[in-house]
């Protein structure tokens, strides 16, 4: 009997299940391809069968008519009728689909999106999916925009600002850090377009000096545009003036370190030793 019970006992996730019945003989089929399918089939086993044969027995939870047998490492649910048999089939189907929607939710709830973001006083970039702390230094995130004055930083105190804030987690995140000059200008905004010349568009080369590579990019808003240069949404209470803007990690081939002036979006130099600049730290997903 024993060998009878083990093979009408199918694998699931690790675990084994079968269902029977004594009056109709029914036991539960279950497609590991498609638990739709899931079907009570006849067998010859009955009720008494499946109990002589086990070596533990625990009523169901789901009805009074079902019964956990245990036979050695094997586990089957074993059914008294066929109405029973079909209520097993259905709640094991459901308990699948249940389990398969819980974790699906759960991968979820852990991505981040821009809603819960937004929400954070963070922001993230569909296009480079980069997120960006909302508010500059110096401003604090309230729940609904930026509160306070943006302060300006010098490099050597930005990367103790970054320690801190990796240190805290803020966000539950430990990866903050100084953007790129690349990733810093795909914040600019410009209303009216870009700035031109009778040759084409007017671009600026950025070599780095630490790393070699260049890059090349529009060099600021045409005239006319909104200030400052950035979406104000995303970015509330944003700071902007002609002579200072938000600092990169970029270092040009003098030496000198480049960012944004989101007064009308320009590029400029400043000196890592002597210049304090503004500044909104990034991470990646």
């Not at 600019?188 to 870009?194: D, E, I, Q, S, V």
């Not at 010349?197 to 090349?216: C, F, H, L």
């Not at 979406?231 to 030496?255: K, L």
Request: charged fraction near 25%.
């Amino acid at each position: 009997m024993k060998k009878l019970l083990a093979s009408c006992i199918l694998t699931v996730c690790g675990c084994q299940f079968a269902v029977a019945g004594v009056n109709d003989a029914h036991i539960v089929n279950l497609n590991l391809d498609n638990r739709s399918k899931t079907k009570c089939i006849d067998t010859e086993l009955d009720l008494n069968g499946f109990i002589k044969s086990a070596d533990k027995v625990v009523p169901s939870s789901i009805s009074k008519d079902l019964f956990l047998l245990t036979l050695e490492d094997s586990t089957a649910v074993v059914a008294r009728d066929r109405k029973s048999c079909e209520m097993a089939k259905e709640k094991l189907v459901s308990d699948s689909t249940d389990s398969n929607t819980k974790t699906h939710k759960e991968k979820v709830s852990k991505t981040e999106t821009n809603k819960t973001l937004m929400a954070t006083g963070q922001w993230k970039d569909p296009k480079t999916g980069l997120i960006w702390m909302r508010c500059s230094y110096g401003q604090n995130w309230n729940g609904k925009t930026c509160v306070g004055n943006a302060k300006r930083i010098d490099a050597y105190d930005v990367n103790r600002y970054i320690k801190s804030l990796n240190k805290q987690s803020v966000g539950n995140k430990s990866n903050w850090r100084i953007p790129s000059i690349d990733e810093l200008v795909s914040l600019r905004k410009c209303t009216n377009g870009w700035a031109r010349r009778e040759n084409g568009q007017m671009y600026v080369d950025t070599p780095n000096k630490d790393i070699g590579n260049s890059i090349t990019v529009n060099s600021n808003c045409a005239n006319g545009s909104k200030k400052p240069a950035i979406d104000t949404f995303i970015f509330p209470n944003t700071h902007y003036e002609n002579y200072s803007g938000y600092m990169s990690n970029h270092i040009n081939r003098h030496s000198t370190w480049m960012g944004v002036r989101f007064v009308n979006g320009t590029i400029f130099g400043f000196s890592k030793s002597g210049d304090d600049t503004y500044f909104r730290a990034v991470r990646s997903d």
